[in-house]
């Protein structure tokens, strides 16, 4: 079974495909896949030191602070950005999906609705969490940001794409504590969720 769970920044998604995750399954990260695409394609980096100015690359390969001060402050960057990385990021994540042998291979990734690939999966999950809850957790994941920054990242995805619609998401509210979200994680019916188009 692949489930593709997806959430605005700070929803709980990786949480939620934890949960989800006993024996014999696999997490496939999208922010760290696309990290790692990212740092390892020199095409990438050449297109975004072209984009983005030179500050974005050090010795070390990209510095991710410095890009993500200017992606996340104009939407123009971002859809730029997007356009640079997530063609070559889509292709990698989907081998991966295709090379493992897991019984259940869960994508745990913000963006699965902007992508359109709800095809891949046998089900889609959708985090939805408050606005406030979303910045409080933010805040403790990153106390080395202001609440402007937090705020500027959270709305510029909320621009870009909106929660899906349709039969094809189960929607789980993550608007109370880790208890809650397990209970309402656990009581996912996926039977008859098949909608993967292989």
């Known amino acids: 079974m692949i489930i593709g769970i997806a959430g605005y920044t700070g929803s709980g998604k990786s949480t939620c495909a934890r949960m989800l995750c006993g024996e014999g399954c696999a997490i496939i990260d999208g922010d760290a896949e696309g990290k790692r695409v990212m740092?390892?394609?020199?095409?990438?980096?050449?297109?975004?030191?072209?984009?983005?100015?030179?500050?974005?690359?050090?010795?070390?390969g990209i510095r991710f602070e410095i890009l993500s001060d200017k992606v996340f402050r104009d939407l123009r960057s971002l859809v730029a950005l997007n356009a640079?990385?997530?063609?070559?990021?889509?292709?990698?994540v989907k081998e991966s999906i295709n090379r493992s042998s897991a019984k259940r291979v869960i994508l745990d990734a913000a963006l699965i609705p902007l992508w359109e690939i709800?095809?891949?999966?046998?089900?889609?999950?959708?985090?939805?969490?408050?606005?406030?809850?979303?910045?409080?957790?933010?805040r403790e994941k990153y106390p080395q940001k202001n609440d402007l920054d937090l705020r500027l990242r959270m709305d510029m995805q909320t621009r870009i794409f909106s929660p899906p619609e349709g039969s094809g998401w189960i929607t789980i509210d993550n608007s109370k504590d880790l208890d809650n979200l397990k209970k309402h994680t656990m009581e996912i019916d996926?039977?008859?969720?098949?909608?993967r188009k292989d």
């Open 39 to 60: 740092q390892s394609d020199p095409a990438i980096k050449g297109e975004l030191a072209e984009t983005f100015g030179s500050e974005v690359i050090g010795d070390d």
């Open 84 to 92: 640079i990385v997530h063609p070559r990021l889509l292709t990698v």
């Open 118 to 138: 709800e095809s891949w999966f046998d089900t889609c999950v959708w985090i939805d969490t408050p606005f406030q809850l979303r910045l409080q957790r933010l």
């Open 190 to 195: 996926f039977s008859g969720q098949k909608q």
